[in-house]
C-alpha cells in the first residue's frame, strides 16, 4: 500500500492506474478506522481494481465548541489496518493540500444541510459538502462509497455526485454494529463500560420503534413513547428522533404510508452518537 500525503501525488499515480484500464474506488473517512469503514473498502472492492482510502480530519465540518481537536487521529493504526484489507491507496493529506488558499465554504448543503444533524451542528454539512467535493476532484473515482450509518449525510452528497460527478457512481453500504447492535462509530472508543450497553439501548428502541410502525402504529405516538423511553437511559440525553420520508428527508405525519426511516441523534455522557433504521412499510 502507498501512503501519499501530496494530492498532486495521488493524482500521478491515479492517472497512471487509469491508463491501465483500472477502475477506481474511494473511501472517504476521518481515520481512526474499524471494521465499519473497512466494510466500505470491501464494497469498493466488489466493482473496482483499486481501492483508495482518504483519512482528513476536516476542520471547516467542526464547530468551535465540537471535537475537532479530540479527535482520535490514528494514521500508523489506520495504515496497518488498511495494508492487512490490501488497500492500495492511503491518502491522508495535510490542511494545505485540500485547502491551499485556506479553509473555506465553497459547497452549499442547502435546506436539508440544516435540519436534524445540521439543526444541532450549524455548518456541519456545509463544510463536509465542501470537503467531499474537494476529494472528489482529486480522487476523481469510478465508485465512491459512503456508510449509510450517516444518512443524512448520503442524503446531501448523493446530489453533489448527481449534479457534479455524473460519471461516479454512489455506493450506500450498510450499518456494520457490534454484537449488542451498537453501530461503530470512531468516538465509540471514549465511551466507558457502563455507557457502552447504555448505548445500545437506543439501538433497541429503534428496532423496537420499526417492529411498531410496520405493525400499523401511530407515528407520533411511537416517537414520543421512545424519546422517553431514550431519555430514560442513565446518562443519555437525546437530540432528535424522528421517523422521516427517505426521499425528501422530512418528518413524517400519521397520514404518511410507505418506507421510512428511524433517526436518531443521542448524547451518552460526553460522547455524541447518531444512528438510523429503515422501515419497510409504515401501514394502517
Ligand atoms: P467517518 O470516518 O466517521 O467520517 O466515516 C467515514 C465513512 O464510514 C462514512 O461514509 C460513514 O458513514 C462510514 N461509517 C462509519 N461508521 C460506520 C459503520 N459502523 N458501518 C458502516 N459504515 C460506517
Same mark, same amino acid.
Given at each position: 500500500?502507498?501512503?501519499?500525503?501530496?494530492?498532486?501525488?495521488?493524482?500521478?499515480?491515479?492517472?497512471?492506474?487509469?491508463?491501465? #484500464?483500472?477502475?477506481?474506488?474511494?473511501?472517504?473517512?476521518?481515520?481512526?478506522?474499524?471494521?465499519?469503514?473497512?466494510?466500505?473498502?470491501?464494497?469498493?472492492?466488489?466493482?473496482?481494481?483499486?481501492?483508495?482510502?482518504?483519512?482528513?480530519?476536516?476542520?471547516?465540518?467542526? #464547530?468551535?465548541?465540537?471535537?475537532?481537536?479530540?479527535?482520535?487521529?490514528?494514521?500508523?493504526?489506520?495504515? $496497518?489496518?488498511?495494508?492487512?484489507?490490501?488497500?492500495?491507496?492511503? @491518502?491522508? *493529506?495535510?490542511?494545505?493540500?485540500?485547502?491551499?488558499?485556506? *479553509? %473555506?465554504?465553497?459547497?452549499?448543503?442547502?435546506?436539508?444541510?440544516?435540519? /436534524? $444533524?445540521?439543526?444541532?451542528?450549524?455548518?456541519?454539512? =456545509?463544510?463536509?459538502?465542501?470537503? !467531499?467535493? +474537494?476529494?472528489?476532484?482529486?480522487?476523481?473515482?469510478?465508485?465512491?462509497?459512503? #456508510?449509510?450509518? =450517516?444518512?443524512?449525510?448520503?442524503?446531501?452528497? +448523493?446530489?453533489?455526485?448527481?449534479?457534479?460527478?455524473?460519471?461516479?457512481?454512489?455506493? $450506500?453500504?450498510?450499518?456494520?454494529?457490534?454484537?449488542?447492535?451498537?453501530?461503530?462509530?470512531?468516538?465509540?472508543? @471514549?465511551?466507558?463500560?457502563?455507557?457502552?450497553?447504555?448505548?445500545?439501548?437506543?439501538?433497541?428502541?429503534?428496532?423496537?420503534?420499526?417492529?411498531?410502525l410496520e405493525?400499523g402504529?401511530?407515528v407520533?405516538?411511537?416517537?414520543?413513547?421512545?424519546?422517553?423511553?431514550? $431519555?430514560?437511559?442513565?446518562?443519555?440525553?437525546? %437530540?432528535?428522533?424522528?421517523v422521516?420520508?427517505?426521499?425528501? /428527508?422530512?418528518?413524517v405525519?400519521? &397520514?404518511y404510508r410507505g418506507a421510512a426511516?428511524?433517526?436518531?441523534?443521542?448524547? !451518552? #455522557?460526553?460522547?455524541?452518537?447518531?444512528?438510523?433504521? &429503515?422501515v419497510?412499510a409504515i401501514s394502517a
Open positions: 500500500m502507498k501512503l501519499i500525503h501530496s494530492a498532486a501525488e495521488l493524482q500521478e499515480q491515479l492517472d497512471y492506474e487509469r491508463a491501465r #484500464g483500472h477502475k477506481i474506488g474511494f473511501v472517504p473517512t476521518m481515520g481512526a478506522l474499524h471494521e465499519g469503514h473497512i466494510s466500505l473498502v470491501d464494497v469498493a472492492k466488489e466493482s473496482c481494481d483499486v481501492v483508495v482510502v482518504s483519512v482528513f480530519v476536516n476542520p471547516l465540518q467542526f #464547530g468551535p465548541k465540537e471535537d475537532f481537536d479530540k479527535y482520535p487521529r490514528t494514521l500508523q493504526g489506520d495504515a $496497518e489496518l488498511l495494508e492487512q484489507h490490501e488497500v492500495q491507496y492511503l @491518502f491522508a *493529506p495535510g490542511v494545505a493540500d485540500i485547502y491551499p488558499q485556506s *479553509p %473555506e465554504i465553497t459547497q452549499r448543503a442547502g435546506v436539508v444541510g440544516s435540519t /436534524f $444533524e445540521g439543526a444541532s451542528r450549524p455548518g456541519h454539512f =456545509d463544510g463536509m459538502l465542501t470537503v !467531499v467535493n +474537494r476529494l472528489m476532484q482529486i480522487v476523481s473515482p469510478d465508485v465512491v462509497v459512503f #456508510g449509510e450509518k =450517516d444518512a443524512q449525510q448520503v442524503f446531501i452528497v +448523493r446530489k453533489l455526485i448527481g449534479a457534479r460527478f455524473k460519471d461516479c457512481r454512489l455506493v $450506500e453500504a450498510p450499518t456494520l454494529r457490534d454484537s449488542n447492535g451498537l453501530a461503530l462509530s470512531s468516538r465509540n472508543r @471514549f465511551l466507558s463500560p457502563s455507557d457502552l450497553a447504555e448505548a445500545s439501548s437506543i439501538y433497541r428502541h429503534l428496532n423496537e420503534m420499526r417492529t411498531e405493525t402504529a401511530k407520533s405516538l411511537t416517537v414520543e413513547k421512545h424519546a422517553k423511553g431514550i $431519555e430514560a437511559i442513565p446518562n443519555a440525553k437525546l %437530540e432528535y428522533l424522528a422521516i420520508d427517505p426521499q425528501i /428527508f422530512r418528518p405525519d400519521d &397520514n426511516k428511524i433517526i436518531v441523534a443521542a448524547k !451518552v #455522557g460526553e460522547v455524541r452518537l447518531i444512528d438510523n433504521l &429503515n419497510k
